[in-house]
C-alpha cells in the first residue's frame, strides 16, 4: 500500500473516525458535569460546622481519588443493569455502556473539584476570586486529560474513536493498514489537546494581565 | 426389582387382592421397565440405542437412508461389548430422554449435555464422553484473537439457544437475533455482523460442507458443557450403569474416541485429549488413578467437576463449596488449585506492573528534565516537543501503536516479538514521565526566576521534585491507577485473569467486588508507601 492509497484510505474513513471523536468529547463533557456537580456537594459537606459530615465528605474524596476508573468501569458494566427500573410506572432508566463510562469518569473528576473547591471554601469570600479562576484553569486542564481518559472506554464497547480504529482495522481485512489509522487517531487526540491546553494557557496569560496576578503557573492534575 | 418380594407376599394372601396387586405391577413395572435391564438386554439379544439423525457428524443419515455417525459408532461399540445386535431408534432434542421412560430405548447417545436439570429426570452416566461449547463461525478473513475484542460489536445469534443472554452479558456483544442458522450464516457472509455464535461441534458439521469450508472458528469455544450418555432414571446405581461407564472409561484410555474424531472430520477435541490422559494416569502402585471406589463411584478427580458437592471432598475445597451451596458466593480463586494459582499469578503480575510502572515514570520524568534543562537548547527543545507528544495523546493509543502497528511490522520483518507487558510499561512510563518531567520543567523555571544561574545538576533536580512533591505523588498515583489498561492487551494481570474466572463460573459479583476491593488497598497502599518516601524526603532536605 503506497502513501496515497494510504491518504485516500483514511480520508474515506474520516467522518465515521470524527463521529467517533465527538463520542469521546460528549462522555467525557457528561463526566466532567457529573463529576463537578458531586464534588461541589462533596467540598460543602467538606466544609460544614458538624465534624460527622466533615469526614464523611474527606473520605468519600479520598474514596473517589482513589478508585481506578479502568477497573470501575468494568464493575459498572457488570454490575449495573442495562435499564434501571424507576418507581411509579415510569419508564425504565436506560444505562447504556457510554454513560457507565462516564460514571466511572466522574469519580476522578468528583475527587478533583473537592479537593479543589473546598480549599478554596476555607477562605473568606473576598478572597476566593482570584482561585476560583484558577480551579476554572485547572478544571479545563482537566477535561483534557479526561478526553484521554474516555479512549479506554473502548473496551467496554463504547463506539468511540480506538473502538471505531479497531472497526476500520477489521474492516480492512489486512493489518497494512493498522499502524496508520493508529496514528492518525493519536493526532486527532494530539491536536484536541494541544488546541484545548493553549486555549487554557492564552486564558491563563491574559488573567495574569488583567488581574495583575503573580503567575498563576501551570497546572498539574 | 426391589419391590417384588412385598408383591409376592401380597400375592399369596389373598385372591382378591392378587388381582389388584397384578394390575399394579403392571402399572409399576412399565415405567420401571429398566430395572435389571441388563439382564433384559442380554436375554433380548439387542441394544436398542437412541441416536440423532439431523447432527451430523454425530449423527445422521447416510445417502442410503442408513444412519450413521460418530454416536452411531458408539453405540455399535457398545452393542459388540455385550455381545448382542444393535437397534438404533431416532430421537431428536424433545423426545431423546421421553423415550428412556417409556421403555422404547435401553440407551440414548444423542449429543445430550450433562445439566443438573436433566440428571432430574434421567440417569446421566460419568465419565462424559464429549464436550461441546460456544464458538463464533466468522468469515475466512477474520482475524480475531481473544473473544474481548468483541466487545460492543454486532454477533449473531439464533433465537432461543440456551448461551445468547450468558455470552451477551459476559462479552458485552450486540445480539443480532435470527430465527434459524441458515439466515445466521447468511448474516456472516454479508458482513452483517462479525461471526455467528453457536454451539462448536454443529458449527465444525458446517465447515465440513462445500460452502463454508473456507469459514473459520478462530476462538476457542467457551461454556464447554461435557456431553454424557443416558440411561432410564430408575437404572440410577445399577448394573447398566457401571457397565456403561466402564465402557466409557475403556473409550477415553484406549483412544477410541479420539480415532473416531478423526474419522468423522471433527476438529481436535482438547476435552478428549485431556480426558485420554487423566483417564490413563496411575498412582504410585501402577493401577489407574480414575478406579471405581469401594462405593461405585469414580474418584473426585475423574468426575464432571459442576456435580461435586462438598460432601464429595475435604478441606478448603469443602469449605468453599459449602459456602456457595449456601450463599451463592462462589470463590472459586480460593478453593479451586488451578483458578487459585492463576489469581496469585494475575496479582503478582498486578504488583510487578504498578511497581514497574511508578518507577519507569519516576526515572523517565527526571531523566527527561535532566535532557531538557542540561543539554544544549536545541535538544532541550527536541526532548520537549517529544515529551509533549507523550503527554497529550491517550497510552492506550501509544500502546496500540507500538505493540500491533509496530510490533507487527517488526514481527513481519525481524521475527522479533514485542512483550505485551513491557509495552505498557514503557508508553505509560512515557505519558507519566513525560508529565513528571512538565512539572519539572516549570519548577525549574521557578527556581531560575528567584535564582538565576540556579545549577540544576541531579541533585538539584531532586531537590526541584521535592518542592513539587504533591503534584508527583498525584502523578505517580495516577500511573498506578492506569495499569489495569495492561489487560486490554491480554497481559495476564489481575483483571484478565478475573474475567476469564467470570467467563468460566459466571460469578460476576463475588469476582467484581473482590477486584474493586483489591484495587482499591493496592491504590492506598501506593499512596501510603509514596507519602512515606515523600516524608523521608522532606527530612532529609530539612
Known amino acids: 500500500m503506497n502513501g496515497l492509497e494510504i491518504v485516500r484510505h483514511l480520508y474515506a474513513w474520516t467522518p ?8 469521546n468529547i460528549a462522555i467525557s463533557l457528561v463526566a466532567l458535569a457529573m463529576g463537578t456537580a458531586v464534588g461541589h456537594g462533596l467540598a460543602s459537606m467538606r466544609g460544614a460546622t458538624r465534624g460527622h459530615w466533615a469526614n464523611g465528605g474527606r473520605l468519600a474524596t479520598a474514596l473517589l481519588r482513589n478508585v481506578p476508573t479502568f ?8 454490575m449495573l443493569p442495562e435499564a434501571l427500573p424507576l418507581p411509579f410506572s415510569l419508564p425504565n432508566l436506560p444505562l447504556p455502556a457510554w454513560l457507565k463510562a462516564s460514571l466511572a469518569l466522574a469519580l476522578a473528576v468528583a475527587g478533583f473539584v473537592s479537593d479543589n473547591l473546598s480549599r478554596i471554601l476555607a477562605k473568606p469570600p473576598s478572597e476566593r476570586r482570584r482561585d476560583l479562576l484558577l480551579l476554572l484553569l485547572n478544571w479545563g486542564n482537566y477535561f483534557v486529560i479526561i478526553v484521554m481518559a474516555s479512549s479506554t472506554a473502548s473496551v467496554i464497547g463504547v463506539p468511540e474513536l480506538i473502538s471505531r480504529c479497531n472497526t476500520v482495522v477489521n474492516a480492512g481485512g489486512t493489518t497494512d493498514m493498522m499502524l496508520w489509522v493508529y496514528l492518525y487517531a493519536m493526532g486527532w487526540f494530539f491536536l484536541f489537546c494541544c488546541s484545548a491546553s493553549g486555549l487554557i494557557r492564552y486564558c491563563s496569560r491574559h488573567l495574569e494581565r488583567r488581574l495583575g496576578m503573580a503567575d498563576l503557573g501551570q497546572t498539574e492534575v | 426389582m426391589k419391590a417384588a418380594p412385598s408383591w409376592v407376599s401380597l400375592l399369596r394372601r389373598t385372591p382378591r387382592r392378587a388381582w389388584a396387586a397384578a394390575c399394579c405391577l403392571v ?25 440423532k439423525t439431523d447432527y451430523p457428524p454425530f449423527g445422521m443419515l447416510s445417502s442410503a437412508a442408513v444412519q450413521e455417525g460418530f454416536e452411531h459408532d458408539l453405540a455399535a461399540d457398545l452393542a459388540a461389548r455385550l455381545g448382542v445386535q444393535l437397534r438404533t431408534v431416532g430421537v431428536s432434542s424433545t423426545n431423546r430422554l421421553q423415550v428412556l421412560d417409556d421403555g422404547r430405548v435401553d440407551v440414548t447417545i444423542a449429543t445430550l449435555g450433562d445439566t443438573a436439570e436433566r440428571r432430574q429426570i434421567a440417569t446421566l452416566v460419568e465419565p462424559d464422553y464429549y464436550s461441546s461449547g460456544v464458538a463464533l ?27 445468547n443472554r450468558t455470552m451477551a452479558l459476559r462479552y458485552l456483544l450486540n445480539l443480532q437475533i435470527y430465527a434459524n442458522g441458515r439466515d445466521a450464516k447468511m448474516a456472516v457472509r454479508d458482513a452483517r455482523c462479525r461471526g455467528w455464535l453457536f454451539d462448536n461441534t454443529a458449527i465444525a458439521g458446517d465447515l465440513l460442507s462445500p ?50 474424531e478423526r474419522k468423522w472430520g471433527l476438529p481436535p477435541s482438547p476435552f478428549l485429549a485431556q480426558m485420554q490422559v487423566l483417564w490413563n494416569e496411575k498412582d504410585a502402585d501402577g493401577r489407574y488413578l480414575c478406579r471405581r471406589q469401594a462405593d461405585g463411584q469414580w474418584p473426585v478427580v475423574c468426575r464432571n467437576q459442576i456435580f461435586v458437592m462438598s460432601a464429595d471432598v475435604v478441606g478448603l475445597r469443602r469449605w468453599g463449596l459449602r459456602l456457595y451451596e449456601k450463599t451463592g458466593i462462589n470463590l472459586t480463586y480460593i478453593y479451586d488449585d488451578y483458578e487459585r494459582r492463576e489469581f496469585l499469578h494475575g496479582i503478582a503480575m498486578t504488583l510487578a506492573l504498578t511497581f514497574s510502572c511508578v518507577t519507569g515514570s519516576l526515572l523517565l520524568g527526571i531523566a527527561l528534565a535532566w535532557l531538557a534543562l542540561r543539554t544544549p537548547p536545541a535538544i532541550g527543545a527536541a526532548v520537549r516537543s517529544v515529551a509533549l507528544v507523550m503527554r497529550m495523546t491517550p497510552p492506550l493509543l501509544q500502546i496500540y501503536v507500538l505493540l500491533f502497528g509496530v510490533g507487527s511490522a517488526v514481527a513481519a520483518r525481524w521475527g522479533l516479538q514485542f512483550s505485551a507487558f513491557w509495552i505498557v510499561v514503557l508508553c505509560l512510563s512515557a505519558y507519566t514521565g513525560s508529565g513528571l518531567m512538565h512539572i519539572l520543567d516549570n519548577e525549574a523555571r521557578e527556581a531560575w ?58 460469578n460476576v459479583a463475588t469476582m467484581m467486588n473482590t477486584l474493586m476491593l483489591f484495587f482499591v488497598l493496592l491504590i492506598f497502599g501506593v499512596l501510603h508507601v509514596l507519602r512515606r518516601l515523600q516524608s523521608r524526603g522532606d527530612h532529609e532536605r530539612a
Open chain 2, 27 to 51: 402399572l409399576v413395572a412399565l415405567p420401571a421397565y429398566g430395572s435389571g435391564q441388563l439382564e433384559a438386554i442380554r436375554q433380548r439379544g439387542v441394544l436398542v440405542v437412541g441416536v
Open chain 2, 449 to 506: 526566576r528567584s535564582t538565576p544561574g540556579l545549577v540544576l545538576d541531579l541533585p538539584g533536580l531532586l531537590h526541584l521534585m521535592g518542592r513539587s512533591s504533591a503534584s508527583v505523588t498525584a502523578s505517580l498515583v495516577n500511573v498506578a491507577k492506569a495499569t489495569m489498561i495492561a489487560s486490554a492487551v491480554a497481559v495476564p494481570e489481575l483483571l484478565s485473569v478475573s474475567t476469564s474466572i467470570i467467563a468460566e463460573h459466571g
Open chain 1, 16 to 23: 465515521y473516525l470524527l463521529g467517533g471523536f465527538l463520542w
Open chain 2, 211 to 260: 460452502e463454508w469450508h473456507d469459514y473459520q472458528i478462530r476462538l476457542p469455544p467457551e461454556l464447554m458443557t461435557p456431553w454424557a450418555i443416558a440411561i432410564a432414571r430408575s437404572e440410577r446405581g445399577g448394573a447398566l450403569e457401571r457397565l456403561v461407564g466402564d465402557t466409557v472409561a475403556q473409550w477415553h484410555r484406549q483412544g477410541t474416541l479420539l480415532a473416531l
Open chain 2, 137 to 163: 463461525m466468522t468469515r475466512p478473513d477474520s482475524n480475531l484473537q481473544h473473544w474481548s475484542e468483541l466487545r460492543g460489536q454486532t454477533v449473531c445469534a439464533i433465537q432461543g439457544s440456551y448461551f
Open chain 1, 71 to 78: 477497573v470501575f468501569q468494568f464493575y459498572l458494566v457488570f
